[in-house]
């Protein structure tokens, strides 16, 4: 945007802190009631005139449309949401609140603003500016400011307005540089008591994740023949697939990979590419694999595996699939895959496709995600999967496509990433980088100076945060990192195991003000929203809604109710309860809080 917005909280600054707005210094100092030099006596008025808003004026926080969405009925909202061209358009509307621009007639320049809760003005937040107008944003809902203009120079100032903002909730937020921000408060909770505002934040992440470092290497030395024989092996395949499809006049062939799968569920000691290697290496079907015994599961009408929750954590440790199918002669069939969310594939020992360590590039989740051309042998052939958890278990969609392409654009397709990946033979990985910070010097000092954020609660993985020390809002903000899950995760031991270490942070009142995040705001952020709202006494539609809220920056359909939101509520459906708030107090109880400790984090949280 080219117009400056600035940003306002009521938090009391006992100190000048700094503000670049279009490269010009803006003040912002506090005004407590006592004697500072150059605050405006309140009550002594003229020759300012404050002209809009209008003294005693509603003013809304959210556009037009953004508040069509939130008052639409539950279920029109369901269907909404999942329509693709409807979720554009929900995007288009804008994830940001509105601003609220103040105006006034009077000369001198040099303005001071003062803006609070208060009618006194008492710990107002103090604004500088050489024009006749201010824009301000963030604004609490629901709640009444005072504001007046004075100016310096000639001892003039204004009378006192004041300006009640609209009650729809939630509070969206701006932060610049994150995405998806928003106050948890706003809501009515328990016994018609609101929950607070400027307590507690949910946001993506303050810094991007982690990234590989490379270092150039030259092929022609020895030790790095594995790398040149990985680039000649995938030139290979391309060439064998080129071949065939000459044969067979350019056409795949249907798929005929089945339902059934052999799986293979080991522990802790398969987290390692050599085992990787070994099982993709495989042409035949064991009755065991490092340790683990065979299990079969069937995959749905839509070629879907969803297979059960581990007692260890998915996300580290690795399932195996494997099968065997017929084709009725040598050939390509075209091959659907799509999982949740790193994974590799080979056909009869040899490597097909792998994306183990970027992860998926789309996040449907469905077999027609990635479109393989996938070489066969006439009668058996022999498909394995290596399949590493992403958000929501262990989840494998395989089978035919819906839609048929010719081999050689499908090739193209294919070994997009391969070819990538031969052209990074070049260099060899040397570790990884950290993510860079999201916040610049100015929304830092915003983020712990008014928002006043003591405590950063980081729900990503090990791998995510690597070379992370602290919080990216520098030392006036507690680094909490601890790597969680999401939706039906939450029923597993990884899930509930982090959801106590977060929910020890909200019990302790030094903590707040809170912000918490994954990379996104929107799964692993959500399923802790999600909980702790529930606890709050946030009715069940608003708990629904305070998820869906992400729509208005995420425009993908496939986030949507049936694939991710309704596995998290279906955690809590056969507990105990008449409500689902019930349900989720007996869920922070079985993890082994008291009453005593849940009515303390309500207290802290509810006016």
């Known amino acids: 945007m080219n117009k400056t917005i600035k940003f306002l909280s009521t938090v009391l600054l006992l100190t000048a802190s700094l503000l670049m707005a279009a490269g010009k210094p803006v003040y912002i100092r506090a005004y407590n009631g006592t004697s500072i030099e150059a605050a405006p ?8 005139a404050l002209e809009a808003p209008a003294d005693k004026t509603v003013v809304p926080l959210l556009s037009d449309g953004q508040k069509a969405y939130i008052r639409m009925p539950r279920g029109e909202r369901v269907v909404f949401f999942a329509d693709s061209e409807k ?9 940001y609140p509105l601003t609220v621009t103040l105006q006034w007639k009077g000369e001198g320049g040099d303005f ?15 604004f500088s500016t050489a024009e006749n107008k201010l824009e301000l944003g963030n604004f609490k809902v629901a709640t009444t400011y005072y504001w007046q203009v004075f100016c310096p120079k000639d001892g003039k100032s204004s009378a006192v307005f004041s300006f009640t903002t609209e009650a729809d909730t939630p509070r969206l937020m701006r932060i610049d540089g994150v995405p998806n921000v928003r106050d948890m408060g706003g809501y009515i909770g328990r ?9 507690v934040y949910r946001s993506a992440g303050l810094n991007y994740n982690s990234s590989i470092k490379y270092e150039s290497i030259d092929l022609s030395l020895p030790e790095n023949a594995g790398k040149k024989a990985d680039k000649d092996a995938t030139d290979a395949m391309v060439a064998y697939l080129k071949s065939l499809s000459r044969k067979f006049k350019g056409h795949a062939m249907p798929c005929t990979v ?3 799968w052999t799986v293979f569920m080991p522990g802790t000691q398969c987290m390692n590419e050599d085992v990787y290697r070994e099982f993709l290496n495989l042409t035949a079907v064991p009755t065991s694999f490092r340790g683990a015994s065979a299990q079969q599961f069937k995959a749905d009408a839509k070629g879907v595996v969803n297979l059960p929750i581990p007692s260890h954590d998915p996300k580290k440790y690795p399932a195996f699939l494997i099968q065997e199918f017929e084709a009725p002669e040598e050939g390509v069939m075209q ?18 496709f792998n994306v183990l360590n970027e992860g998926n590039t789309v996040s449907t989740m469905e077999k027609d995600d990635y479109h393989i051309a996938m070489p066969v042998n006439k009668g058996k052939n022999v498909l394995a999967v290596v399949l590493l958890n992403g958000t929501k278990s262990w989840r494998w969609a395989c089978g035919d496509c819906n839609k048929r392409e010719a081999v ?21 990985e040397v570790g990884r980088v950290a993510g860079a910070n999201r916040l610049n010097n100015e929304m830092k000092a915003y983020t712990t100076q008014l928002l006043g954020i003591k405590s950063d609660i980081d729900l990503r993985s090990d791998k995510e945060c690597y070379g992370m020390e602290g919080s990216p809002m520098g030392e006036a903000a507690t680094w909490f990192h601890y790597s969680s899950s999401a939706y039906g995760g939450m029923a597993g031991d990884g899930g509930k195991a982090a959801f106590c270490k ?16 994954c990379i996104a705001g929107q799964d692993r952020t959500g399923a802790v929203a999600f909980i702790t709202n529930g606890l709050l006494g946030v009715p069940e539609e608003k708990l629904y809604l305070d998820w869906e809220v992400t729509g208005f920056w995420n425009p993908n359909a496939e986030f949507n109710h049936v694939k991710r939101f309704d596995k998290l509520v279906d955690v809590f459906a056969n507990l105990p309860g008449k409500t689902i708030n019930d349900k989720i107090e007996k869920y922070v109880l079985d993890l082994g809080f008291t009453m005593e400790e849940i009515n303390t984090f309500r207290e802290i949280m509810l006016e």
């Open 258 to 260: 089945g339902p059934e």
């Open 408 to 428: 050689v654009p499908l090739l193209q397709s294919t070994y997009r990433s391969e070819r990538e990946r031969a052209k990074k033979s070049t260099s060899k």
């Open 335 to 352: 091959l659907g895959c799509g999982a949740d969310w790193f994974w590799a594939i080979s056909i009869n020992g040899k490597p097909l």
């Open 502 to 517: 977060v929910f020890r942070v909200f019990l302790d009142k030094a903590n707040y003000p809170i912000d918490f995040h």
């Open 87 to 95: 979720r554009k358009g929900m995007r288009d509307l804008g994830y």
């Open 112 to 126: 001071q603003v003062l803006v609070s809760e208060e009618p006194s003005l008492s710990s107002a937040v103090a």
């Open 191 to 199: 016994n018609g008591r609101r929950v607070k505002q400027g307590m």
């Open 41 to 48: 006596k309140i009550g002594t008025t003229g020759g300012i």
